[in-house]
């Protein structure tokens, strides 16, 4: 409900009613021409020589007396401070769809305060609030007005340290997820996703289902959450990031007290789910029956885990990859809005792929000039001018650090990966030296065009006959993912 | 016997949430708070009619470049709706001086941060973060497609670009779950005629009806210097940066002062305009609407309070209480012509919609009735207290912050109108809020959309009955 939301692109029908005089003239009115006068000086584009070396903010680190870790950077360009409170165990720790479960209900109430006066104390505050939770890491996410901090600590302390999930509370969250299921079984990137999981992930194993399986929302209960949250947030595992108008002293005192009583026993961490046996490669091409006037494609690939040493060069190959379709399906061809390139390169492998909701009439076309990239880029050097650019966008690091926030969340993902501080000038350095032969070798190791498949959402009666026309492979179909019978 | 009950929880409601107000932390004071926001330190127009807003701060050695025209979708001509957003991505395809396809590069090569453009009803904005060392590149693109875009204009540019917004119409509207509910809504809230009656997007039919001709009138009536604000945040010298903005921007001519939207009042309605909708999708949902006056007029503002309170009584009645809801969404959006109140409940499956429709019309109703109870100072007090926090917490990173001082620019003509915003938030007092809930809600019937989900229908969704 919040004002920022004029931003929305607000959005009417078409009238066919009777108009009144409308208020913006026709454009076949009288316009007056008008000429710029050129210059010599914009005949060259002025670009300074040399980038900037990334540097990144000095960062602050000190303990807690519990051992809980703190990372804090100090600015004062805004008069906020952003904080997290960040554990290494996310998702992938728990059964299928409780960290989901628990991410919508967390921060709502404490052993000592029920969900509307924590309600009430969070309106208070003014403060932005929201749990996060990946498949590697459980956070809390504050952003408050500096001047509020010591009460948003204490807060947000009690929440983490002393949380309580009423039924009650549970059953209201309940609805929402059940909301959240159902936006994603509609939605035609979620049909992707499901098929995608469905195809690469074995029946029993963790990441069968992209998101939280319906059957799993119906069996939680309030002692699950809980068990969750103490398990995730012990001070073994716990990292407290920070940023903004304060300094590191008041930080601390305001920490200490609030999250000095987090405890628990040091529990090794716990490794991630093994790697799925190879789908096969027959069928090829699996397509999901959903009727539209598009076709919403992914070609899919098992990605690597994070403990690769050429990093850099897999993030430069995506940002080429992206690039080179990109200019192809939408610039060129104008049969797509977008393209979108999801990996989750964390400590598991997972489903990396390159999508594109296209023209449904262009759906074959589409599908071979996506494989026809790939092909290319697994087997020939890519250009040096387009390998800069490629560079130059994937090494935009001070980005991360613009925002307060930013700067909050930036710190939060070092301490999930156990990273150094000096983290991202490294990385830098390393983007800078990838060259056009361990790009083509990362493409060769990491975006194998053989073990490609294509997965196609769309109205099978128009996108079957393209795909079996282009000749990528078998082409099998399945019916849509359904939750309920309409 | 319910309404009875309902009432009674609404006054202990507000009994306890008042005897829980003490030691809360107070609305701060809004002059000292503002004088530690990061507000414009230096502001200017040329001769040109462009006005500058510049915001110096150091913290990284990046600049946000953001410039805000006054032409979004109430702006579209007859007969070509959606051309606003059309021309958002012209301005991508090259100039005179920038080859097609080398706005993007260019960019990169020096290393850009962020770059895009968004086009509302009110406005249409574009924006870079980049190094600072790199100011000058983002005033010569920025200045070249302001002067000199017409140069680069051809047939081949218009009909690619018109594929790719009409795949955003396919992949926003045509295919997206729900994607026509508020299309629905804001052509019955709106009549024909009223600025805000099409969509932003517009729609497919008269997008292929633009012809080049077109395109060109359509620059030569809105993209002017002074139809148009540019603001840059980061680091900067305002001095010396002033002085390149004239290098850049002094040689493009005024255009004839374009059209001035006017602030309309809300269109009048004698009984709620009921429209149903079928669609492809799981769970059935509800959207109620009322058009409001424009920003800045008197009430509007209570309005913004107004829409938590009402989010939290309905969805504590209808979801909570009665169940018959999954979640009750309120929001409210201003406009320069005008504001929308907009109520979006997805429905359990099966719900009786009537019913639901009657519950939450009663919930509303008896908020109105008992309204100084329940918006009573407190109440009012933290809701506005979160508008005023949401407020600062925006100016949050260069591009949030060079954003907020266009839009601001956009709406009420002022770059550095937030100051006075929070200054209107403190201002209000529960009488306000009330009032105008009760005036601009209560007293109007609403437009009510309600999405029935049916598996033999668009997931889009079609039109029913009306």
Known sequence: ?486 | VRRGLVAGVFALLSLVTSGCGKGKPATPASDALVRKLPLPTKTATLSNGLRVVLQEDHHSPTVAVHVAYRVGGACDPPGRSGFAHLFEHFMFEGSKHVKRGEFDTLLVRAGVLKKNAFTTRDGTYYYEVLPSAQLDLALFLESDRMGFLLDALDQGTLNNVRDIVKNEYRWRVENAPYGNATLVADGALYPDGHPYHRSVIGTPSELDAASLEDIKRFFLRWYAPNNATLVIVGDLDPEATLARIHHWFDAIPRAPEPPVLPALPPPSRDKPKRIVVDANVSLPRLMMTWATPAYGLPGEAGLASASSLVEWRVYGYVAKKLELAHNVDVSYVPGRVGGTFTLDATLREGADVEKVVDEITFAMEELSQYARYVMDEKSVKESLYGLYAGEVLDFDGLERRARSFGVFGVLSGDAGGVAERLRTYEGLDPDDVVSAYREYIIRVPPVVVVVRPNGGAPVAGKVVSQ
């Not at chain 1, 979108?340 to 449904?360: E, K």
Request: glycine share 6%.
């Open chain 1, 1 to 486: 409900v919040r004002f920022v939301a004029l931003l929305a692109i607000a959005m009417a029908a078409c009238g066919r009613s009777a108009a009144r005089a409308p208020v913006v003239p026709p454009l076949d009115g009288p316009v007056a021409a008008r000429t710029t006068p050129d210059a010599e000086f914009r005949a060259t584009p002025p670009i300074a020589g040399g980038l900037k070396a990334f540097t990144p903010p000095k960062v602050e680190e000190r303990k807690l007396k519990n051992g809980v870790r703190v990372l804090f950077v100090e600015r004062h360009d805004v008069p906020i401070v952003a904080l997290r409170v960040v554990s290494d165990r996310g998702a992938d720790q728990a059964d299928p769809g409780i960290a989901e479960f628990w991410e919508r209900a967390a921060l709502r109430s404490s052993s000592e305060h029920s969900m509307h006066e924590v309600l009430e104390a969070w309106n208070d505050l003014g403060a932005y609030f929201r749990p996060h939770v990946t498949r590697d890491s459980s956070q809390f996410e504050v952003r408050v007005m500096s001047r509020l901090l010591g009460a948003t600590v204490k807060l947000l302390g009690e929440l983490t340290t002393r949380p309580a999930f009423g039924p009650k509370q549970v059953n209201l969250i309940r609805e929402r997820m059940r909301v959240a299921v159902a936006d994603k079984w509609d939605d035609a990137e979620g049909q992707l996703a499901l098929a995608i999981h469905e195809h690469l992930f074995p029946e029993t194993h963790l990441y069968r289902s992209p998101f939280a399986p319906p059957d799993s929302i119906e069996k939680v209960q309030p002692e699950i959450l809980e068990a969750y949250q103490k398990f995730a947030f012990t001070s073994e595992h716990v990292t407290i990031t920070a940023a903004g108008d304060t300094k590191i002293d008041e930080l601390l005192a305001a920490l200490e007290p609030a999250f000095g009583s987090l405890a628990g026993p040091k529990i090794g961490p716990q490794a991630p789910p093994a790697a799925p046996p190879d789908a096969p490669l027959d069928p090829r091409v699996i397509a999901i029956h959903r009727e539209g006037t598009q076709a919403t494609i992914g070609a899919v690939w098992l990605g690597p885990t994070r403990a690769i040493p050429d990093l850099a060069a897999l993030s430069t190959a995506a940002q080429e990859l992206h690039a080179v379709l990109s200019t192809r399906l939408r610039v060129q061809l104008g049969i797509t809005y977008d393209v979108d390139f999801t990996s989750q390169v964390g400590r598991a492998r997972l489903p990396m792929y390159v999508s594109s909701a296209v023209d449904i009439e262009h759906t074959g076309e589409a599908a071979s000039e996506i494989m026809k990239a790939l092909e290319r880029l697994n087997k020939e050097l890519v250009e040096e001018k387009f390998l800069a650019e490629d560079r130059a966008a994937v090494a935009d690091f001070a980005e991360l650090f613009d925002s307060v926030h930013g700067t909050a969340a930036t710190l939060a993902h070092l301490a999930v990966y156990a990273l150094p501080l000096d983290y991202y000038t490294r990385r830098a350095d390393a983007i800078a030296k990838v060259t056009g032969e361990d790009l083509r070798k990362a493409f060769a190791t990491y975006f194998p065009v053989d073990r490609v498949k294509l997965f196609v959402v769309g109205d099978l009666g128009k996108v079957v006959p393209q795909l079996e026309k282009v000749g990528l492979g078998k082409v099998a179909h399945r019916k849509m993912f359904t939750l309920t019978k309409k």
